[in-house]
């Protein structure tokens, strides 16, 4: 999670994301939606690419994927197809609500309506550190209010 966490401070926005086998990690991600134009580059995503341009799809299934932010409904669908056993988050839509209007749709309904996976989600860790550079960023989500 701590990776992740790095990832986000060096990002545009503060969202960061670490795919692990164990204490292995076996790729990286951060959002990169406004340098490459493109809305579906949260860091979940950039991870889940980085991670099959390298190694293919198939090494996904049961892996952790670390996220500073609890997976939108779209990140978490694909980490649903990809397979993944775990989520790992900190800050929760919740959470962010103060700062920016989150997604209304939490990752534990999209996976809840999985009938094809189970996922185990763990949210809240290191939360604080998470809203913390949501905190110093948060002009960056003035629109999104």
Same mark, same amino acid.
């Given at each position: ?23 292995e990690v076996l790729a990286r991600g951060r959002n ?19 991670? !099959?341009?390298?190694r293919g799809p198939e090494g996904m299934r049961g ?55 189970? !996922? ?26």
């Amino acid at each position: 999670m701590r990776e992740a966490l790095a990832l986000a401070q060096a990002s545009n926005h503060p969202y960061g994301a670490v795919i692990a086998r164990g204490t292995e990690v076996l790729a990286r991600g951060r959002n990169q939606v406004a340098e490459a134009s493109d809305p579906t580059a949260h860091a979940e995503m950039t991870a889940i690419r980085s991670f !099959v341009a390298e190694r293919g799809p198939e090494g996904m299934r049961g892996a952790t994927i670390y996220a500073t932010v609890e997976p939108c409904m779209m990140c978490m669908g694909a980490i649903l197809w990809c397979g993944f056993g775990r989520v790992v988050y900190g800050a929760s839509m919740q959470d962010l609500a103060g700062i920016m209007s989150p997604g209304s749709i939490t990752a534990q309904e999209t996976a809840s309506k999985t009938l094809f996976l189970k !996922v185990e989600l763990t949210g809240g860790v290191l939360a604080g550190e998470s809203l913390a550079l949501f905190e110093q960023r948060k002009d960056l989500f003035e629109w999104h209010k």
